[in-house]
């Protein structure tokens, strides 16, 4: 079976929206949080291509456990999800795939927690 990774990099401090917790789980319209965007597009590629055993890596810090407490609850069971922390030494997105590296396989896709 093939295998791939998506990789959530969601480490940011969102601190140009002011909100008190992670960006990705503000409510971008009613019911649907800004990662559920990513998520859809992830159990619905999980759902059209049995071939694939897909695996999320979610890179986050210790201050965003909340979201991936939310993308359990959300995603296929299907799916494998790895939790990466992001690596301090690193800085901004391209930091946050460099610090889960370890967890990737061959196949690897990006997908920003972003609309």
Do not use: Q
Not at 15 to 33: M, N, V
Not at 74 to 79: A, G, H, Q, T
């Amino acid at each position: 079976m093939n295998k791939i990774s998506i990789i959530i990099p969601a480490a940011g401090g969102g601190k140009r929206l002011g909100l008190d917790y992670p960006k990705e789980l503000f409510e971008i319209e009613k019911g649907k949080k800004l990662i559920d965007f990513s998520l859809k597009h992830i159990n619905d590629f999980a759902e059209n291509n049995t071939d694939f055993k897909v695996r999320i890596v979610l890179i986050i810090t210790s201050l965003k456990e909340d979201i991936f407490s939310y993308v359990l609850s959300v995603i296929s069971s299907k799916i494998e999800i790895v939790k990466c922390y992001f690596n301090e030494e690193y800085s901004e997105w391209p930091g946050s795939i460099y610090s889960g590296k370890d967890s990737y396989c061959a196949k690897n896709i990006v997908l920003l927690p972003d609309p």
